[in-house]
């Protein structure tokens, strides 16, 4: 197995204070809304109280780019930043979290399992990915990938579930809800049950969700996703989401 050395652990530390920053404010905004609209009976509470681990999953890398803006801009690369934010901010709230990648790479000989991968590395890659979030106790998977589509109208965050897992609904609704409060207003965006298309979230049997953040093809969301304050805006959404446990 490859030993890869997380990205949150050696993150700059200007860039963590800053994002704790906004994180400060916007859980704020978060929890003050949260508290005023939900039952009493509901609460906020970090799911690692009941040992979940968070698998990080940035889609793509290395030599499978992803989806491509008409700008250049890469989606693998997009997935690796709001990845790295999502799993950095869940940590420093004392969460257990696993990333699937740190580095622009794919994952097709994670555990060295062939001499000679060729014509096979996407399948390897996509099955590593499972089996590296099945390896962790617990696990809740978050797959973090961009929209692109052949018209350019189309934009907001989309967020699909598996249906192995009866939580994966929920993390979905709330990461939905989540958005639409403090991120995308005008978002009408429904979750969607994944089939066989999504391999991950077809083959995997703990709660997973994958979320595609936007839509590259978009040139108004384009610009948002490069935008750093708007990643952390997001990356904080999701991570709400996340921490949020129905009681």
Known sequence: MKNE?????TFKFALITIVSCILVLLLGLYFGNYLRTKNEKSKSVSLNDCGYTFVIDAGHGGEDAGAIASDGTLEK????????????????NGNNVKMT???DTLLYDYYDDLEDYTGQKKVYDLKNRVKITEEN????YVGIHMNKFSQSKYSGLQVYYSKNNENSINIANRIKSNTRLYLQTDNKREIKKADSSIYILNNIDCPAVLVE???LSNENELSNLKNEDYRAKLSVTLFSALLQNEN
């Open 137 to 140: 106790e617990n696990a809740i």
């Open 101 to 103: 990648r740190t580095e």
């Open 5 to 9: 050395k997380p990205l949150f652990y």
């Open 213 to 215: 953040c936007g839509f």
């Open 77 to 92: 690369d997009l997935n690796l930043e709001i990845a790295t934010l999502v799993a950095c901010l869940l940590e420093l």
